[in-house]
Nanobody
Framework: QVQLVESGGGVVQAGGSLRLSCAAS????????MGWFRQAPGKEREFVAS???????YYADSVKGRFTISRDNAKNTVYLHMNSLKPEDTAVYYC??????????????WGQGTQVTVSS
């Protein structure tokens, strides 16, 4: 079966950086869009960033210029480099495979999530 495992979350001071990774298994996803969503307590899940099969990238306005998404198809992995982190970036970050631009895939390929906490 398909499994997506996120890693790299943690606690960081405002202005700091983190790199999230999402490793997929069970299928090769070179022809799928891959991306990240996040959910803060009491809020709806929101789009963060995605990268298509041809490496086109999309970012939420709130993270544009600070976050960079990339993928390594040989490793079946998508990354999210997060710089200049703000307290409002605090959330659980979820990996999704099948995303098109800012719309999550209907295939229900989600990871378990990794917590990112940014202190002021």
């Amino acid at each position: 079966q398909v499994q997506l495992v996120e890693s790299g979350g943690g606690v960081v001071q405002a202005g700091g950086s983190l790199r999230l990774s999402c490793a997929a298994s069970g299928r090769t996803f070179s022809s799928y869009g891959m991306g990240w969503f996040r959910q803060a307590p009491g809020k709806e899940r929101e789009f963060v960033a995605s990268i298509s099969w041809d490496t086109s990238t999309y970012y939420a306005d709130s993270v544009k210029g600070r976050f960079t998404i990339s993928r390594d198809n040989a490793k079946n992995t998508v990354y999210l480099h997060m710089n200049s982190l703000k307290p409002e970036d605090t959330a659980v970050y979820y990996c999704n495979v099948g995303v098109t631009a800012w719309v999550a895939g209907a295939n229900d390929y989600w990871g378990q999530g990794t917590q990112v906490t940014v202190s002021s």
